[in-house]
């Protein structure tokens, strides 16, 4: 075919239109960014940053008090199976550590029984029963045989490990019952008042 020759319908494709020639070609808007962030972000962040928060003081707060029981648990470790005064030792390590969590005045005055029985509340169960006996053997002149002083260790590291939170003893009319949480300073003058 000839170019001259086309049809006429062709032909007006091919002819521009006047209305068109003042269009230009579509212009994207910019992309939306990330800032600023919608309202639902912010509140996901601030109650992450709440969590965290939270959690670091509550490990802090929980190392903390777990501080004296570990120091104890390194002490322990240094003292002597053999020596003739072992219990002793370890009697002592135990009511030091008792005394960092609970008032002196709670603590000081248990000894015997009562003392084997506040330790057995922190014992796991399968233990319990058995740290007094074994206590109660720094009194005599015989010094535990070698299993005994393997028992005291292996007690005493497991009061020392257990991670439960000290309760108070309290004493009514001549026998010892355990509180189950710990005593404070302010229960401790409001008991102290009331006697």
Not at 52 to 75: D, N, S, V
Not at 147 to 163: I, M, T
Request: charged share 20%; proline share 8%.
């Amino acid at each position: 075919m000839n170019p001259q020759t086309l049809p006429p319908a062709s032909d007006k494709a091919v002819t521009p239109n006047p209305a068109l020639a003042d269009l230009q070609d579509i212009i994207l808007p910019d992309p939306i960014g990330a800032w600023p962030w919608a309202i639902g972000y912010w509140l996901v962040l601030a109650i992450l940053l709440v969590l965290i928060i939270g959690a670091i003081l509550w490990l802090k707060k929980r190392a903390a008090y777990l501080a004296p029981k570990k120091a104890a648990q390194a002490l322990l470790v240094n003292l002597d199976l053999h020596s003739s005064h072992y219990p002793s030792e370890v009697n002592q390590l135990l009511k030091r550590t008792a005394l960092s969590y609970l008032p002196r005045e709670v603590i000081a005055k248990l000894d015997g029984d009562a003392w084997a029985s506040w330790l057995d509340t922190h014992l796991p169960k399968q233990y319990r029963g058995r740290i007094g006996p074994l206590l109660d053997k720094r009194h005599q002149a015989k010094p535990l045989s070698a299993d005994e002083a393997r028992e005291l260790h292996n007690l005493a590291q497991s009061w020392f490990a257990s991670k439960a939170k000290f309760s108070s003893p309290r004493v009514n009319s001549g026998q010892t019952s355990f509180a189950s949480a710990p005593l404070s300073q302010a229960s401790t003058k409001t008991a102290e008042e009331q006697c």
